[in-house]
């Protein structure tokens, strides 16, 4: 009875330890998601006003004045990667705080003639930053 808890255990553990191999290598991270810094994050959103110009359903803003925030993730993935891409991230946490703090790092394209482009947010402590950072990647 003993051996066989322990097979199964062991079992469990390298199946466990083989998802998250294939998980991290398909570029989601297993990492734990920190839901009172998500909290903070949507609460900043808010009060930054970041919806009276950005769509974004968990929020409610359908604006279009700027790009979208829905499925922000995926979308900055892709983006570091485009060929255009101007900024210096290489994960979607480092290019969505990047649009945050420099957004002239890089415009999308389609929004480059703006009359008035996103203001700088360096101003946001790092945590305030970090709060809008996980809410935001939370927008698969």
């Known amino acids: 009875m003993i051996c066989a808890r322990r097979v199964r255990h062991t079992f469990c553990i390298t199946v466990m330890v083989l998802i998250g191999g294939l998980l991290s290598?398909?570029?989601?991270?297993?990492?734990?998601?920190?839901?009172k810094a998500v909290a903070q994050g949507k609460e900043l959103y808010h009060t930054l006003a970041c919806d009276s110009c950005h769509g974004l359903?968990?929020?409610?803003?359908?604006?279009?004045?700027?790009?979208?925030?829905?499925?922000?993730?995926?979308?900055?993935?892709?983006?570091?990667?485009?060929?255009?891409?101007?900024?210096?991230?290489?994960?979607?946490?480092?290019?969505?705080?990047?649009?945050?703090?420099?957004?002239?790092?890089?415009?999308?394209?389609?929004?480059q003639h703006l009359r008035f482009g996103m203001a700088s947010y360096a101003r946001l402590s790092e945590h305030e930053v970090n709060a809008l950072v996980q809410f935001l990647l939370q927008q698969e």
């Open 25 to 35: 290598s398909c570029g989601t991270p297993m990492t734990n998601v920190d839901r």
């Open 57 to 111: 359903d968990a929020v409610g803003s359908t604006r279009t004045y700027a790009p979208t925030h829905n499925h922000l993730r995926t979308t900055a993935e892709a983006r570091i990667q485009a060929a255009d891409y101007t900024g210096q991230a290489t994960t979607a946490a480092e290019y969505i705080r990047e649009s945050i703090v420099d957004p002239k790092a890089y415009v999308v394209a389609g929004y």
